[in-house]
C-alpha cells in the first residue's frame, strides 16, 4: 500500500568499520586492514610515510566515519550467517544503508544530551558473547568464526559495535520523540488511503495469564546471605582479593571481569542496587543485600565525578524441588475453579497471580508493539502463537512452564479473552492501529527531513564504484 509501504529505518549492524577521524582523510582511498606495507597518506599539501598495513578500499566517509568495501563485503556475509538472503541487495544498497548508520553515530557523538551507559553496554556484551558461545558450540570456534585472536578483541570489537548501535538508536529516538498525532491527522491520514488499498487486520486475539511462581525458603536465601557474609569477612579480614573472589562466585556476565562495572545514577539498574553503590566509598565492601535478580557485596574501586567503578558479586537462591511442586499443585488448583466456574480467570488473577505488572488488570497482556491488547496471530511469537491458536475464547489452557529473563522458572495459565475475525481496516473498529499507522509516517517524513538536512551539512565522501550508485538520499548532494 503506498501509504504505508515505507519502513521506519532500519539500521544493520556487522562486525567491521572503523571509527577515525576522517576530515584529516579526505583525499584518501586507503586504509589498513593486511601485512605490513609502506603507503603515502595524502594530508593537505604534504605526503607523509607511515607504516601502512594490506590497503583497504574506502567506499565513503561520512562526517568521522569511514565506511570500507570490507565492512559492505562484511555485512553481506553476517546477512547470510543469519539466514537472510542477500542476493537481491546490492552494494548501493548496502553501503546505503551503512551511511545512515554512520550519519546518526556522527550526530550522537556532537550531541551533549546523548549519553550511552557503558556499564550497560559492557553488560550486554558480556551475555551476548555467552550466548554466542553456546550457539557456536566452543570460545575457540567463536574466535575462528569471527577471525579473531583473543576473547578480549572479539570483545572489544562488539562493544564498540554495541556502542554504535546504542548511540544510532537514542539519536533516532530524539528525532522523533516529540512527534504525536492529532484525532484529526489520524482521520486524514485514513481518508486518503483509497478503498482498495486499505489495509487488511489478520486474526487477533486478547489475552490474560495468570503466574505462579515458586517461593524461594528462608533458609536458602540466609544460606546464600551467609557464603556472602564469609566471602566478605575473607576480604575484610584476610586480605582475600575481591576480583579473584567474584571470578569463582558471582553469577553473572561480569565475574570473568572480577565483577568490575562501571556505572551512573542514569543507569537502567535496580534501585537498591545504585542506592547502596552510590553510598559506599572508595575501597569500603557493602553487606548483603537483595536486588530483584538476587544477593548482592559490592565495594567501590574508585569515584571518577558522576561514575562510579565498581565491583559486585551476585548470588541467587535456588528453588527447592519442593517449592516448585508446591507452585505447580497451587497453580493446578486455580485452573480447577476457574473450570469448576467458582471463580472467573479475572478474578483469579487480581487476587492470585504472582505478576503484579498484569495483576491489576486480570492478567491481560498488552502488545509492545502496539500498546494495546490485541495481538496479531500471524505476528505475535511462535511461544505464545502456539499457546493461543487453539484456545477458544474464555478457555483455559493446560498448565504452561516458562521462565524469567533472569531464568527463574514460573507456571502459567491463560485464556483468550477475545478473538477478532481478519479484516478489511474499520476506522472505528481499528483505531488504534490506524493512529500507529499514521504516526509512523509521520515520523519517517520527520527523520527523512532530518537526514536531508543533516547530510547538507555533514561532509560527506563517495569514492570509486559508489559514484555511480543511484542512493535513495541525497549522498552525493547533487
Known amino acids: 500500500m503506498k501509504f504505508i509501504t515505507k519502513h521506519f529505518l532500519l539500521v544493520i549492524f556487522l562486525l567491521g568499520g572503523i571509527h577515525v577521524n576522517a576530515q584529516n582523510l579526505k583525499d584518501s582511498t586507503l586504509v589498513v586492514t593486511g601485512e605490513?606495507?609502506?603507503?603515502?597518506?595524502?594530508?593537505?599539501?604534504?605526503?607523509?610515510?607511515?607504516?601502512?598495513?594490506?590497503?583497504?578500499?574506502?567506499?565513503?566517509?561520512v562526517g568521522d566515519y569511514l565506511i570500507l568495501e570490507s565492512?559492505?563485503?562484511k555485512m553481506r556475509e553476517d546477512m547470510k550467517n543469519q539466514g537472510l538472503s542477500s542476493e537481491e541487495i546490492t552494494n548501493c544498497q548496502l553501503a546505503g544503508r551503512l551511511m545512515e548508520n554512520k550519519l546518526y553515530v556522527h550526530k550522537a557523538q556532537q550531541d551533549t544530551t546523548i549519553l550511552v551507559s557503558e556499564a550497560r553496554i559492557s553488560g550486554m556484551t558480556d551475555q551476548q558473547l555467552s550466548r554466542m558461545e553456546q550457539q557456536i558450540g566452543s570460545m575457540d570456534k567463536l574466535l575462528e568464526f569471527y577471525r579473531k585472536e583473543s576473547v578480549e578483541e572479539l570483545r572489544k570489537e562488539l562493544i564498540r559495535i554495541n556502542k554504535e548501535r546504542e548511540l544510532a538508536n537514542s539519536m533516532q529516538d530524539k528525532?522523533?520523540?516529540?512527534?504525536?498525532?492529532t484525532p484529526e491527522e489520524v482521520r486524514e491520514f485514513f481518508n486518503k488511503i483509497p478503498e482498495d488499498e486499505r489495509p487488511k487486520f489478520g486474526d487477533e486475539?486478547?489475552?490474560?495469564?495468570i503466574v505462579i511462581e515458586p517461593e524461594i525458603p528462608e533458609e536458602e536465601k540466609q544460606k546464600v546471605i551467609k557464603q556472602l557474609n564469609d566471602i566478605r569477612n575473607d576480604i575484610i579480614e584476610n586480605g582475600a582479593s575481591f576480583a579473584t573472589k567474584a571470578v569463582l562466585y558471582s553469577e553473572d556476565g561480569t565475574s570473568a571481569k572480577g565483577g568490575k562495572l562501571t556505572i551512573t545514577r542514569e543507569d537502567p539498574l535496580d534501585k537498591d542496587f545504585k542506592q547502596i553503590a552510590f553510598s559506599l566509598r572508595e575501597g569500603e565492601i557493602s553487606k548483603p543485600f537483595k536486588s530483584e535478580f538476587g544477593y548482592h557485596i559490592v565495594t567501590v574501586d574508585k569515584v571518577r565525578g558522576q561514575k562510579l567503578d565498581i565491583r559486585h558479586i551476585i548470588i541467587t537462591p535456588e528453588v527447592?524441588?519442593?517449592?516448585?511442586?508446591?507452585a505447580q499443585k497451587k497453580i493446578d488448583s486455580i485452573r480447577t475453579e476457574i473450570v469448576k466456574g467458582n471463580i472467573s480467570f479475572d478474578e483469579a488473577a487480581r487476587t492470585l497471580s504472582d505478576e503484579e505488572e498484569t495483576r491489576g488488570d486480570g492478567g491481560k497482556l498488552i502488545n509492545?508493539?502496539?500498546?494495546?491488547?490485541r495481538f496479531e496471530l500471524t505476528k505475535v511469537d511462535p511461544i505464545i502463537y502456539d499457546q493461543v491458536v487453539n484456545l477458544k475464547e474464555n478457555e483455559v489452557s493446560l498448565i504452561l512452564t516458562d521462565q524469567t529473563n533472569t531464568g527463574k522458572k514460573f507456571f502459567k495459565i491463560i485464556t483468550v479473552t477475545n478473538r477478532y475475525p481478519e479484516h478489511i481496516a474499520d476506522y472505528a473498529k481499528d483505531y488504534s492501529k490506524i493512529k500507529e499507522l499514521a504516526l509512523r509516517e509521520k515520523k519517517y517524513k520527520a527523520v527523512e527531513k532530518w537526514q536531508k538536512e543533516?547530510?547538507?551539512?555533514?561532509?560527506?565522501?563517495?569514492?570509486?564504484?559508489?559514484k555511480k550508485c543511484s542512493f535513495n538520499s541525497n549522498w552525493q548532494k547533487k
Do not use: F
Open 71 to 73: 565492512d559492505i563485503t
Open 368 to 373: 509492545p508493539t502496539t500498546g494495546d491488547t
Open 454 to 466: 543533516t547530510i547538507a551539512e555533514t561532509y560527506i565522501k563517495i569514492n570509486g564504484e559508489y
Open 36 to 61: 605490513e606495507k609502506e603507503v603515502p597518506l595524502v594530508k593537505k599539501d604534504t605526503v607523509q610515510k607511515k607504516k601502512r598495513m594490506k590497503a583497504d578500499g574506502v567506499a565513503a566517509v
Open 205 to 209: 486475539v486478547e489475552i490474560a495469564q
Open 175 to 181: 528525532i522523533v520523540e516529540n512527534i504525536e498525532v
Open 320 to 326: 527447592t524441588e519442593e517449592t516448585v511442586k508446591n
